[in-house]
């Protein structure tokens, strides 16, 4: 929220910004950024300390209502966007909370995926509903459907691409434009791609989220959220609400991030690689009967995925493991996953370390086997999120489960 000059010239590319936007150092010149782990700042005098509370963005006062440390990863993160202004939050559920808070209001209406991630599906159906916000939620991959959901009362279209864990994708262009018809607006959750892979705006998206647990930190330490957009929304009412409501992030955690945004690239374009030859290879054994991912050329949206994730498929895939019932295809899924000795089975992704789930028992364990079945997520279906292992390494930690299934 708070924009300070860095002293870079304008127009630089991404990866520049993504090691060297922040807050001005300060008087020791430190080349690292500077960890401003403290929850005040100390005012040179009453006059001062009046002008910073009237204009926040003069001078630091409180660290919920803006912190240097905090400030570094808005403005960088902000850059990797494409965007005017990030602003940082607690996690990407306080992201997603606050975009909900600013931009609806009793009465109004939104319009959102029905395969989002699961968090957002309950805040948005069922808390806001207590707060009179209703929202449709339509089929991933049907901008028709979008369409006919749009209702004069339509104030947000919200998307997540691609999606957890069957990686189907929105077309943000077609939404953005439906959106727009409707006088709504559209916000993007660009955790699994992260700006490295899709910059939503460029596509005509409004605002951006994130859970900046993911693919941002990287290396699963710490939690932290962010919302990109405009000066008006997000620098402006967004900024604001997130002061009085204490969404705010961290220090700690702002700069741990931070950091994780300077070798996002890397990581992100490393571990998509090896997604993709992961995938292709899987492809190939008879005990796995499909892979979703949109690298791959036989995933539906194979085009779509190119021409919106710079040409990459990201660093998520799932695959159907063999197997006729549920029942078996169950104890499949259990045993790859359970011969496993290099992958973790955990519920994170994004991480440098590949983690390996079963949605249908996690993820989407509270859903009736009827609505697991319309989402796609069968019994036999395993997720990874693939790290930076020696490929060989996990194919082999792969066969192990595989090649003993009946
Ligand atoms: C994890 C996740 C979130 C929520 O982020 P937290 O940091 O856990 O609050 C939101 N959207 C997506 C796509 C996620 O994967």
Redesign the pocket.
């Known amino acids: 929220m708070t924009q300070e000059k860095s002293g870079l010239p304008e127009g630089l590319h991404p990866e520049t910004y993504a090691v060297r936007q922040a807050s001005a150092r300060s008087s020791y010149g430190e080349h690292s950024e500077a960890l401003y782990l403290t929850s005040s700042f100390v005012q040179h005098d009453c006059e001062t300390a009046a002008s910073h509370f009237a204009h926040p963005h003069e001078g630091y006062t409180y660290t919920r209502t803006g912190n240097p440390t905090v400030a570094s990863f808005e403005q960088r993160l902000a850059r990797m966007e494409g965007t005017q202004c990030a602003a940082a939050t607690s996690?990407?559920?306080?992201a997603?909370l606050l975009v909900a808070l600013t931009t609806l209001k009793a009465g109004d209406h939104v319009v959102a995926s029905q395969s989002m991630?699961g968090?957002?599906m309950k805040l948005l159906g069922t808390e806001m509903a207590r707060f009179g916000v209703e929202t449709s939620f339509v089929s991933q991959t049907d901008v028709a459907a979008w369409q006919a959901a749009v209702k004069p009362s339509t104030r947000l279209l919200f998307a997540?691409t691609p999606t957890?864990p069957l990686t189907d994708l929105c077309d943000i262009h077609a939404l953005a434009d439906v959106a727009h018809n409707a006088g709504a607006l559209l916000a993007v959750?660009n955790?699994?791609a992260s700006p490295i892979l899709q910059r939503p705006v460029e596509f005509g998206a409004d605002l951006i989220v994130h859970?900046?647990?993911?693919l941002i930190d990287g290396q699963g330490r710490v939690?932290?959220?962010a919302v990109c957009g405009s000066e008006t929304l997000v620098g402006g009412v967004m900024s604001t609400f997130l002061r009085s409501g204490g969404l705010s992030l961290s220090p700690f955690n702002a700069w741990v991030v931070l950091k994780g945004l300077e070798t996002l690239a890397l990581r992100v374009k490393a571990e998509s690689a090896a997604a993709l030859e992961l995938a292709g290879w899987l492809e190939q054994h008879p005990k796995v009967t499909c892979v979703h991912y949109p690298g791959l050329a036989s995933h539906p949206q194979h085009a779509l995925a190119m021409r919106q994730q710079s040409g990459m498929g990201g660093t998520v895939l799932a695959f159907d493991v063999a197997g006729s019932t549920p029942e078996q295809l169950r104890a499949n899924a259990f045993h790859v996953i359970d011969s496993t000795r290099v992958c973790s089975v955990t519920a994170n992704?994004g991480d440098v370390k590949t983690t390996i789930t079963h949605p249908a028992s996690t993820s989407h364990g509270r859903l009736s086997e009827e609505q697991r079945q319309a989402a796609g997520v069968k019994q036999g279906l395993i997720r990874i999120s693939v790290g930076l292992e020696h490929l060989d390494d996990l194919k082999a930690d792969l066969l192990r489960g595989l090649d003993a299934l009946a």
């Open positions: 996690t990407g559920m306080a997603i991630f968090s957002t997540e957890n959750d955790s699994f859970s900046g647990t993911k939690m932290a959220g992704l």
